[in-house]
């Protein structure tokens, strides 16, 4: 390289020219650094802008998917207390008890047609005269 071998005249006359090359050569690759970096960042606020709104979408649909569930399971618990009462209704001891109370009905109703019969035994059908 001439600016390693020493300061003669030739060698100052080339230094400015390389130098002059070199900042032309700076200059160049800064404008080239400065203009990728400005598409990169074009291209960063869109791909940001993009990826907002995938967020906002997913957003959404992760709550309408939460709202969904909230239904299903709001149905799997009314369900599942409408069987809680089915079931105790039908219950071996609920029937068991339901068929006692029935059977005393049905001796209760049997006496009573009894002792109704034996009441118009009695009465006959005619008044006493007053």
């Known amino acids: 390289m001439l600016w390693l071998r020493g300061s003669g005249a030739l060698n100052s006359k080339m230094d400015g020219a390389v130098d002059l090359r070199l900042l032309l050569s700076l200059g160049a690759v800064l404008v080239s650094v400065v203009a990728a970096s400005a598409i ?9 802008t993009k990826l907002d709104d ?4 997913y957003e959404s649909r992760l709550r309408a998917l939460n709202h969904r569930t909230d239904k299903q399971e709001n149905m799997i ?20 008890k339901i068929n006692r109370e029935s059977e005393r009905l049905i001796v209760i109703t049997e006496s009573n047609s009894l002792r109704i019969s034996k009441l118009e035994a009695l009465h006959n059908g005619k008044h006493p005269s007053q």
């Open 54 to 57: 995938l967020q906002k979408d």
């Open 40 to 48: 990169v960042k074009q291209k960063l606020s869109s791909v940001i």
């Open 77 to 96: 618990d009314l369900c599942s207390a409408k069987v809680d009462v089915i079931g105790s209704i039908l219950s071996p001891a609920e029937l068991a």
